[in-house]
């Protein structure tokens, strides 16, 4: 079956200094992976995606992630981060048949002036 | 943003009540889900439909009973409301599954609470 490992509940760091979420996954065979972004009391938005083409994987608003098959992980970073970036974040891998999603039980991110 | 809207928003029940929620999508997407939020959980899968009444469980089924009769709605019912099923709760549609590159579309979410 697969899952997902977010590591850290809380991330907190200083406007304009890098941001790192880390992420692991467990997958029986190649997976899909993805991660969303939700502010308060919004819904979800997807960042970026991997699904087996290049490793470095660029999203939105700067974002970007690597997938490590090595250490099975998929961790999002930020060179910079910004007010606006402060949300919840949600390491996805695709869970089989009919798209299934299984989710991370989500980072904190704050981003302190 | 995609055409997802759920209804109603907010919603307030009492333990034992019938509750219906309601997704509506205008996208003429396959395939619909249901998700409940959690604080530490992340989002988990209630149940999913992979066309025109077809449906099929998700992790968390118990308590729950879906239908779609249309292409553009798909209903999740609570028969008999418990406190425990007091959460935030997303529908997403998405246009394939077989592709390994598709995206799911989350609706705005809503909040449900078991008195």
């Known amino acids: 079956a697969q899952s997902v490992t977010q590591l850290d509940s809380h991330v907190s760091v200083s406007e304009g200094t890098p941001v790192l979420l880390r992420c692991n996954y467990s997958s029986s065979y190649s997976p899909s992976l993805f991660w969303y972004v939700q502010h308060p009391n919004k819904g979800l938005q997807l960042l970026l995606k991997y699904t087996s083409a290049a490793t470095l994987v660029k999203g939105i608003n700067g974002f970007e992630a690597e997938f490590k098959k090595s250490e099975t992980s998929f961790h999002l970073t930020k060179p910079s981060a910004h007010m606006s970036d402060a949300a919840e974040y949600f390491c996805v891998v695709r869970g089989g048949y009919g798209n299934k999603l299984v989710f991370g039980a989500g980072t904190i991110l704050r981003v302190k002036s | 943003d995609a055409g997802i809207t759920q209804s109603p928003r907010h919603k307030v029940t009492e333990t034992g009540t019938p509750v219906t929620l309601r997704c509506h999508q205008t996208e003429n997407h396959r395939y619909m889900y249901w998700y409940r939020q959690d604080p530490g959980h992340g989002l988990r899968l209630i149940h999913y439909s992979y066309g025109v009444k077809d449906t099929d469980k998700g992790e968390v089924s118990d308590g729950y009973s879906v239908s779609r009769s249309k292409t553009e709605d798909f209903l999740l019912t609570l028969e008999s409301a418990t406190s425990s099923q007091t959460s935030v709760y997303f529908c997403?549609?998405?246009?394939?599954?077989?592709?390994?590159?598709?995206?799911?579309?989350f609706g705005p979410g809503t909040r449900l609470t078991v008195l």
């Open positions: 997403a549609i998405s246009e394939r599954a077989g592709s390994l590159s598709d995206e799911q579309f």
